[in-house]
Every structure is written in structure tokens, then in C-alpha cells.
């Protein structure tokens, strides 16, 4: 695997000699890898802790090793993890660079199966294995790898045989790293009884190879496997530098540009406008040409659909295109969506079951905030200008808002925001007026026509009135009060959601009625996705459309201010409004965060009525189909 | 406690049903169906429902815990009828909904 090898020669893996290896499988099968390859957290914990490590050392190596940004122990991370005990045990600061070291074995008290321990003679250090993958002549024929396989098969390649070039046509520019900095298998690698058990848990993958560390090339067989790995080699080098926890372990389930250029491609060929949504009907013709069963389609749906609004933003056609491209090139789906497949890579909320690691006390998974930070980074390198961010973007922001906006506003910079990118928090705009204006705006709303009617509406000098700082919203009355205050006074909180989504370009003034429906059934994040549980609302309560076009503005408002208690609250060019606003954001702020648990009541009521609503339109709907057959019947015989 | 949920589509079949398989399986089975026939003298009781499913089931039961509990089978029911790929009618597949399910089960089982 010339993926391996490149990433070997990083220069960053960590070697196992034979006493090291066996003893690491030893411990790797004690800890009761399931299925999937991931290891028991608690067995983990338990070898943790009898490493007799305090406690901070323990929860820093869970996180060098890349085990709390996954969520869980694959087998390298453990690997890594036990490397990075033993260099912990003497003395060596938990880094990765320890690794490298010669280490005895790390030493665990109380165990079961303590394997004896020896001192290793570190093998000759990691060499690169030879063959670097150069970055493969890319065909776009992305095949994602399953993670642990994948970095099992780089592990094992590190090997000092040179490697046979890469037999598969890589595609793509290095994408993110294949991962992970250090690989804890050694040329030699023996028993390799954890890879036997990891190999038979990974059936379609030929890495029986891996065994016979004699032949390198023979690693080459892994046609599945094959991967841009080399080109992913080279820049996990790059990466691994960086010394980031990146996002390595995903890199199977990472977009690379070619890709996003080709989902680009054929999200505007179903949906010309990239900020608005595919829906469902669409969206289910278009993957059904994919020829896959419909079970794992719908599962894929389940997936992508972050937001539960029965359609798919960009990002989330993105991540459903990606996942079933990775199906069709062999790769099992995952049961909850990686990390790097998130929509604005943010965390997925509750309903896909999170790993259950994350309940362990000593080893704390912290998966949602040091990620978008190194997203950006990453996200920069990809350059993605104004790539709507989903609307789940603004929803998942007031939920995470706490941590992670917080965080992310240090931790960004505004260019990167500028780009649009994916994991964007609304603070930006709020910096920028006019350039978010025109980038930011498109990443919200679900409907471009709504912007560019923003605008046209927000660039000549009256900015759209403000929301009112007693947070009105949710009701209709409200919002009529609203519009009918006028500008000045009104701040950052949460303006009414727009009553009713303009017309949208592609589809009929009936689907958009419907669509809000849909988008407030799921809507049961944060006040924006209120916002259209509300615009839905209004539109069976029949407010007036004008209100439309203050609608991006106000979603606008509502994070900025949420995120940013000091912030002027409105991105949308409120120069003058800024001064009074300011004063004014703290207590906005505790009116923003009453309101919110008001409006996720509604919300939930809402998304009851929705469904209620939904059905009887179906009902209504097969009742016309019969009629209109009827009369078609009825009709010969009328003319006669 | 939740040791059996079913979803009863409206041509009175089950699109889903779960049961914690400590007891007899049937007799919640039948149980479900008979509690069918409560709902329905509810539902043409109340006449327009918007929402009520709520009340309705407050109505049958305790009310205070089985409300969070019902909401999120309604909500993840939604979900799945919200997918492009599940055809009204067909038995429901989803992981996720099991998995909520399973959840609601063994946490309150």
C-alpha cells in the first residue's frame, strides 16, 4: 500500500518491535475490539488506569492518540495510546514525538494477562517506507476506506521494503492526511493477532496480506483499499507536521476537492441555486439512479438529513452523494455520519446514537469543538467561497452556542469565514458587514431568491427594521407589531421568522407551502430552525408575503447576537443601530435565551401540527387523484 | 414502563412493534390492538386532531414521563416518514428509530 508507505515515511509512525507488538495485541485483544474494530472503552479505561497514570496524563494521551477526537479506540489509536503510556511511565512528555523514542513497554499493574515485560530494543525507527505513492495520478474514482482498515493497512505497510508504486490511481490532491501521524506497526510486525482479528472483521478487504510482512507488495492487493492514499500520504505528512489531532481517522469519509467539485456539479444540475434546498421527491429520484437497494438509501437519507426537513441542503446532498458513492466502491455505511461527513462538520445531534465511549469518565471523547477549528484550517486550504452552509448551520449554532461559538470565534479567523466554509459560525458577519453580507447570506437561507431580494433590500441605505429586543417571535401578531415599529430601536433579537418563503425559483408557490412544512416538521433545533416552523405557520395563518425579505436579515440577527453578546447584533450594515445595540445585548441575551426555550416548545408543537397538517394533505391529495379519474371516466359519457 | 411500543399504521397493521421479550409477546401484541380501539373512540370523540395525539395519549396513561416519551417516538417517527425512501406503508426500517426506540425501552424497562 503505497497509501501506507507514504504515510509512513512521514517519519511520524511509531515502530513496534516484536516484544512490543505481541505484547500490544495481547492487550488490544483483552480489550474486546468489537466488530468494527473499536475497542472497548471500558476495558480501556480499566488498562488505563492500571498504568497507574495520573489522570490528566491519561486523558492527555487519550487525546494525542486521536482516541477522543474519533469518539472511540480503533485499533491504532490504542496502539498509539500505549506507546504513549509507556513513554508517560518514563518520564517523556505525552506527545507524539514520544513515541518515536525507544520505550520500554508500558507497564499496567493488576492486569489479567500482563504479558511479561522487556525492554524493547527500538527497531531501526520508522522509515518511510520507500515507495511514496506519489500523489496519485488521480482518478476522481474516490474509493473511501474504511477507516480502520485503512489505517490498519498503512500501519502495516510501514515496512522498510520499498514499496511498489501505487497501483491504484489515487485520485485527488492529498486530501487530508490519511491520518494519523504515528502507526503503531512495525515492519515486523508478528503476530499481528489483533490484525487477524481485525481483518476478518473487515471481510471485503484482501488485508490478509498484512501478514506477510516479507512481501510488501503484496499489500498492494487491497483493491479496495486503494485508495488516494498515496496523495492522502504525502499530505498526512504535511498534516501530521501540523501536529493536529486532525481529521486523519476520517479521511475515508473526507470530501476531497474533486469530489465537491463533482457533488457541486450535479447538486446544480438538480437545484441550480447551491443555497437552496433539493427536495426529498428530487433528491430520491436522482439517488435512485445510484442502483442501490432502497433500504440502505433510506438509510443513507437518515444520515445526510441533518436537519430533518425532508430535503437536502448543499452540504447535506454533499455528504449523501459521498456516502453512497462510498457504498458503491464496497465501504459499509456507518451507522451515525463521520465526523468530517457533517454538514458544516459540526456534531450530529441526538438521534444518531453517539458512541457510548463518551460516558466514560476517564477517557473523555470530546468530539464537536477542537474539530471545526481544524476544519477551517482545512477548509481553507479547499477554498470553498460562498458554499451555503446549511440552514442547520444557524440551527446547530444557538444549540452549541455555549462551547462551541464561543470557541470558534477565537479560533477563526474572518477569512475563513469569509469562504463560506463549512463549519461557520454567524460571528464573522457581524465583523464584516458587507462582505458577509454578500457571502454569509447565502449559507443560511434557504432560498436564494430571499436573498438576493435582501439584498437589493439591505444595500440601499434604510436597513430592514431590527428585531425587537423583547425577542418577539412565534406569533403572528407579533411579527405584524414588528414590521410595523419600523427600524430604529429594534435590535438584536430575534426577529420574527419571515412569514413565508418567496416563490422559489424551481418550484410551484404549493411546494413552497409545503416545504416550510416539511422544514418546520424537523425543525427541533434552535430558534432558526423556529423560524420556519413559524414561516410555515404564518403561511397557513396567511400572513402577508412582504414580510419575506426580512427574513434572512432576522436569522442573521439571531445567532449573531446569540453568539456574540458583544457584537452589534445585525451583520446586515446597521451602522447606526450598532451603538444602542451594544448597550442593550446583554439583556437581549437573556431575553434571547428565555425566548429560545419558549419558541422550542412551539417548536415542538408546531412540528406536531406540521405532521398532523401533512397528512391530511395527503388525504386530500389521494381524494382529488380519485376524483379527477373519475371525471375522466365521467367524461366520454358526458359528451355523448 | 416501556416494555412494548408499536406503530399502528392507519389501516390498523403495525408499521413497527418492539417489545422487551420478558413476557408474554402476544399478549402485549394483543394488547396494542385492543388499545387501538380506545384511540379510535377518542379520535372520533375529539374530532379534528391537531396535535391531540397527545392528549389522546395522556388521555390512556400516566401523563408526565410517557409525554417525553411519546414525544420522541413522534418525533423520530416523523423522521422516518420524512424520508424520501420510505414508502407510507412499508414497515419501518430505520436504524435510528430502533435505535430510539431500544433507548426508550431499556432506559425506562
Redesign the interface.
Same mark, same amino acid.
Given at each position: 500500500m503505497d497509501q501506507e508507505s507514504g504515510a509512513a515515511s512521514a517519519g511520524s509512525f511509531i515502530s513496534l518491535n516484536e516484544h512490543e507488538q505481541r505484547y500490544y495485541s495481547g492487550l488490544h485483544s483483552l480489550c474486546q475490539a468489537d466488530t468494527s474494530g473499536k475497542l472497548s472503552s471500558s476495558k480501556v479505561a480499566e488498562l488505563f488506569k492500571a498504568s497507574q497514570l495520573p489522570p490528566e496524563s491519561l486523558h492527555k494521551v487519550t487525546e494525542v492518540c486521536g482516541a477522543k477526537r474519533l469518539g472511540y479506540f480503533g485499533t491504532p489509536q490504542f496502539y498509539v495510546a500505549l506507546k504513549l503510556l509507556a513513554a508517560t511511565q518514563s518520564g517523556l512528555p505525552v506527545r507524539l514525538e514520544s513515541v518515536t523514542a525507544n520505550l520500554p513497554l508500558p507497564r499496567f499493574v493488576g492486569l489479567k494477562n500482563e504479558p511479561e515485560m522487556r525492554y524493547s530494543t527500538v527497531p531501526p525507527g520508522i522509515e518511510g517506507q520507500g515507495a511514496q505513492c506519489g500523489a496519485a495520478p488521480g482518478s476522481v474514482s474516490w474509493t473511501p476506506a474504511e477507516r480502520s482498515t485503512f489505517r490498519h493497512l498503512e500501519a502495516s505497510v510501514e515496512k522498510k521494503e520499498p514499496w511498489s508504486p501505487p497501483r491504484s490511481p489515487c485520485s485527488s490532491p492529498p486530501r487530508s492526511p490519511l491520518t494519523y501521524r504515528s502507526y503503531p506497526y512495525t515492519k515486523q510486525r508478528n503476530g499481528a493477532d489483533a490484525q487477524m482479528t481485525y481483518e476478518s472483521k473487515q471481510s471485503s478487504r484482501p488485508i490478509i496480506q498484512l501478514e506477510q510482512h516479507s512481501s510488501p507488495n503484496n499489500y498492494g492487493t487491497k483493491s479496495t483499499v486503494e485508495h488516494p492514499a498515496m496523495a492522502r500520504a504525502s499530505s498526512a505528512e504535511r498534516l501530521a507536521q501540523q501536529g493536529a489531532v486532525d481529521d486523519s481517522e476520517d479521511d475515508p469519509w473526507r470530501i476531497t476537492e474533486e469530489q465537491l467539485e463533482y457533488y457541486t456539479n450535479q447538486f446544480k444540475s438538480l437545484q441550480p441555486d447551491l443555497g437552496a434546498l433539493i427536495l426529498g421527491a428530487v433528491a430520491k429520484n436522482f439517488f435512485t439512479k445510484s442502483k442501490l437497494p432502497i433500504p440502505e438509501l433510506s438509510h443513507i437519507w437518515e444520515l445526510s438529513d441533518v436537519d430533518r426537513d425532508g430535503a437536502l441542503t448543499f452540504s447535506e446532498f454533499c455528504t449523501a452523494f459521498h456516502l453512497i458513492v462510498a457504498r458503491k466502491n464496497g465501504y459499509p455505511l456507518p451507522e451515525s455520519l463521520p465526523p468530517t461527513l457533517q454538514p458544516g462538520f459540526m456534531q450530529q445531534e441526538e438521534d444518531i446514537p453517539d458512541t457510548p465511549e463518551s460516558a466514560e469518565p476517564l477517557i473523555v471523547f470530546e468530539d464537536a469543538e477542537p474539530r471545526p477549528s481544524q476544519m477551517d484550517r482545512s477548509i481553507l486550504e479547499r477554498i470553498q467561497p460562498s458554499l451555503p452552509t446549511t440552514k442547520q448551520d444557524m440551527k446547530e449554532e444557538p444549540r452549541k452556542q455555549d462551547a462551541g461559538l464561543k470557541r470558534m470565534t477565537t479560533s477563526q479567523d474572518k477569512q475563513t469565514l469569509q469562504l463560506g466554509a463549512f463549519p461557520e459560525r454567524p460571528e464573522p458577519p457581524h465583523d464584516l458587514d458587507p462582505q458577509m453580507r454578500t457571502k454569509t447570506r447565502p449559507r443560511s437561507y434557504s432560498s436564494t431568491s430571499i436573498e438576493d431580494a435582501m439584498k437589493k433590500a439591505e444595500e440601499p441605505p434604510t436597513p430592514p427594521p431590527r428585531p425587537q429586543k423583547t425577542h418577539s417571535r412565534a406569533s403572528s401578531l407579533d411579527l405584524n407589531k414588528l414590521f410595523q415599529q419600523g427600524t430604529p430601536g429594534i435590535k438584536s433579537g430575534w426577529l420574527p421568522p419571515p412569514p413565508a418563503l418567496p416563490p422559489r425559483p424551481s418550484t410551484s408557490q404549493e411546494e413552497s407551502s409545503v416545504k416550510p412544512e416539511e422544514q418546520g416538521l424537523r425543525s427541533r433545533f434552535g430558534p432558526s430552525t423556529e423560524d420556519l416552523t413559524n414561516a410555515s405557520k404564518q403561511e397557513v395563518i396567511g400572513v402577508c408575503h412582504s414580510q419575506a425579505p426580512q427574513k434572512p436579515v432576522r436569522r442573521k440577527y439571531h445567532p449573531e447576537s446569540q453568539s456574540q453578546e458583544t457584537a452589534p447584533p445585525p451583520a446586515m450594515s446597521f451602522p447606526p443601530p450598532s451603538k444602542p445595540a451594544q448597550k442593550l445585548l446583554s439583556r437581549q441575551k437573556r431575553e434571547i435565551q428565555m425566548a429560545i426555550r419558549k419558541n422550542k416548545e412551539t417548536n415542538a408543537v408546531l412540528t406536531r401540527l406540521n405532521s398532523e397538517l401533512q397528512q391530511q394533505l395527503k388525504v386530500v391529495h389521494q381524494e382529488r387523484v380519485t376524483l379527477e379519474s373519475q371525471l375522466e371516466l365521467l367524461r366520454p359519457l358526458a359528451s355523448t | 414502563m416501556a416494555v412494548c411500543i408499536a406503530v399502528i399504521a392507519k389501516e390498523n397493521y403495525p408499521l413497527y412493534i418492539r417489545s422487551v421479550p420478558t413476557q408474554n409477546e402476544l399478549k402485549f401484541h394483543y394488547t396494542v390492538h385492543t388499545s387501538l380501539d380506545v384511540v379510535e373512540e377518542k379520535i372520533s370523540a375529539v374530532g379534528k386532531?391537531?396535535?391531540d395525539?397527545?392528549e389522546l395519549y395522556l388521555g390512556l396513561l400516566y401523563p408526565t414521563e410517557d409525554y417525553k416519551m411519546f414525544?420522541k417516538l413522534? @418525533?423520530?417517527f416523523?423522521?422516518v416518514?420524512? @424520508?424520501?425512501?420510505?414508502n407510507?406503508g412499508d414497515t419501518i426500517?430505520?436504524?435510528?428509530f430502533d435505535?430510539?426506540v431500544s433507548?426508550m425501552m431499556v432506559q425506562t424497562g
Open positions: - | 386532531s391537531l396535535g395525539q397527545r414525544r413522534h @418525533n423520530s416523523t423522521d416518514m420524512c @424520508n424520501p425512501f420510505h407510507p426500517q430505520s436504524k435510528a435505535g430510539i433507548g
